[in-house]
């Protein structure tokens, strides 16, 4: 083959490919862009036919009707409170008891550890009926202490952490030791800082699965008060079955937030994601 | 300030006992109530006719048996949620794959088609749910485009012969891009002397595909797998929103059938499908340890 001949080859090579790639990624963002413009749309020209990829007239009614008449804006707090709380639990007990488990000698530490490991198998449906009895007991169905409190801490959490801090040199500790750190002085001042980039991983993990988490929130929660954002949604789409463009809206209004998140986060997105799969 | 000795070291050797178990005491004890307890209280109900109002009956084995022999609706849920497990399995980490190799060619833009790629893996499967039932409507876009270009519609989710095939495309959708993610990030660990070597020796694109990259993902893949099976013998947000089951129990899902028994206050029935599905993925667990510990 001549050079030309070659070079002619690749170009065409790489053309295929980034065509391959444009489409590819256009049909996995007109699910969303389809939902967006459909939030936007009037009722009526929801289903057009021919479609109506512009929203023509593009109206914000369904936006307005979802944050007044739903409360959406309510489910949105909760999401949020429901989230915050449960990421700063496990931040700071997963990383304690990970710390322990990392780098602290305890008699009973692997054994306890390997027990950990093995619940990790144990899927959620599991204990999921008794786990409901025992909120309904303590009469917390519809507060946030059942959407919290069950979900403070977390085994993977643990395993996560424990990986990172394997990490940090046993020397550097016992320096801060030497200088007369106790334990949580030495946790704080020393595994804290050094764990940064593995707390941010965590932080990602618990927030996401916290905010897109649907079963235990839908079973604990009777009154929209305490809906949370997938849950509310869910209710809509099956209440409203009629306006497309609102539940749309709703979607929007629940997806939002999550992407904003992940586009200013990606990169410790990735990281997080591979950390797992990867550094085993 | 200096310290009196003996108080000191005592103090020192009473932290040394007490301090670890301080620092896992929360982990231990939410362990404990919230998963230990409840497994065995499950266990124990799974063995009972307990409607949660009024004393459980011991019926021995007797869910079980109902289960495996005589519930019609709950094999077909187990056979459904398989073949959602196989249909998804056999797309999902393929794509993953492919669009993970395409970006491994120094292409521009990479993480922008990584963006897209990924976005939907972030996104609530509620969310991903509401938009699918509505490009799925009788008169959505799918059915206007089919139509639009001579054919006619489909029942996507109202015909029982496409329902399920029809949530495995959504999931699938919704799910390949972490496996793009995590194929890419190894394929870009390969050493790159690994493929230098093997053009010095004349190996075309396809064997260097064969002998160097697909052995040096072995261990990925059989993680994305594992990982995958694991997560998707759970599916349930997805069936719940998109059809709750139906229609004629052709989306019933295993989980999705425990939600209904527990709606329905059959407790103890609830319990025993949830140790079913807990028999299955023990036999996945113990699979990826298996394979793990061959790589370690």
């Not at chain 2, 949530?167 to 002397?193: D, N």
Request: proline fraction near 5%; include cysteine; glycine fraction near 6%.
């Amino acid at each position: 083959m001549t050079v030309h001949a070659k070079n002619l080859r690749y170009s065409f090579g790489r053309l295929m490919l980034y065509a391959l790639l444009i489409v590819t990624s256009i049909l996995m963002i007109i699910p969303f862009y389809w939902s967006l413009g459909t939030s936007l749309k009037l009722e009526q020209f929801v289903f057009s036919n021919p479609p109506q990829w512009l929203p023509n007239p593009l109206t914000w009614a369904n936006y307005i009707h979802v944050l007044t008449r739903i409360p959406f804006l309510r489910y949105f707090a909760n999401s949020v409170i429901v989230a915050v709380v449960t990421t700063l639990g496990h931040v700071f007990f997963d990383t304690l008891a990970a710390y322990a488990f990392a780098k602290l000698t305890f008699p009973g530490r692997d054994r306890i550890f390997f027990v950990m490991l093995l619940a990790l198998m144990v899927p959620f449906q599991v204990n999921l009926i008794p786990l409901y009895k025992i909120m309904a007991s303590l009469h917390w169905i519809d507060t946030y202490l059942a959407l919290i409190v069950p979900n403070l801490t977390s085994i993977f959490g643990i395993f996560l952490m424990r990986q990172f801090m394997m990490t940090i040199p046993g020397e550097l500790l016992d320096a801060a030791r030497i200088d007369g750190c106790n334990e949580f002085g030495v946790f704080r001042r020393v595994v804290l800082p050094l764990a940064l980039p593995g707390i941010a991983t965590l932080i990602i993990f618990t927030f996401m699965g916290t905010w897109n988490d649907f079963l235990w929130p839908r079973i604990v929660t009777n009154s929209e008060k305490l809906f949370t954002l997938p849950v509310g949604l869910a209710q809509l789409q099956m209440k409203n079955t009629s306006n497309v463009a609102q539940i749309m809206a709703g979607t929007v209004l629940t997806a939002l937030p999550m992407i904003i998140v992940f586009l200013f986060m990606q990169r410790q997105f990735i990281e997080g994601m591979t950390a797992g799969a990867l550094k085993e | 300030m200096t310290a009196i000795p003996l108080p000191r070291k005592l103090t020192r050797s009473v932290q040394k006992y007490t301090i670890p178990y301080l620092f896992i005491t929360v982990p231990a004890l939410s362990l404990i109530v919230f998963l230990f307890i409840p497994m065995v209280v499950s266990l124990w109900w799974s063995l009972n006719d307990y409607s949660g109002l009024q004393a459980a009956k011991f019926v021995g084995l007797n869910n079980y048996i109902e289960l495996l022999s005589g519930d019609k609706i709950f094999i077909k849920s187990l056979v459904n949620t398989t073949v959602f497990v196989l249909l998804g399995m056999s797309i999902g980490p393929t794509l993953g794959l492919i669009t993970a190799l395409m970006l491994n060619q120094n292409v521009r833009f990479r993480s922008l088609f990584r963006t897209a790629y990924y976005l939907p893996v972030m996104t609530s499967l509620v969310v991903v749910a509401t938009i699918w039932v509505m490009l799925y409507n009788r008169n959505g876009l799918f059915n206007t485009i089919l139509q639009n270009i001579g054919l006619s519609k489909i029942g996507w989710l109202s015909d029982p012969h496409y329902s399920l095939v029809s949530i495995v495309i959504a999931s699938v959708w919704q799910g390949f891009g972490f496996e793009t993610v995590i194929f890419l990030a190894a394929l870009q660990s390969i050493p790159r002397e690994l493929y230098e070597a093997a053009m010095m020796d004349g190996a075309g694109a396809w064997a260097q595909f064969r002998y160097i990259t697909l052995p040096s993902l072995r261990p990925v893949i059989v993680f994305v797998y594992i990982i995958g099976i694991i997560g998707s013998y759970q599916v349930f947000d997805q069936v719940f929103v998109m059809t709750a089951g139906g229609p004629v129990y052709s989306t019933s899902t295993i989980v999705h059938y425990l939600f209904t028994k527990f709606q329905d206050l059959r407790l103890g029935y609830a319990s025993a499908i949830a140790y079913i599905l807990f028999a299955v993925l023990v036999v996945f667990s113990y699979l990826q340890m298996r394979f793990s510990r061959e790589r370690a």
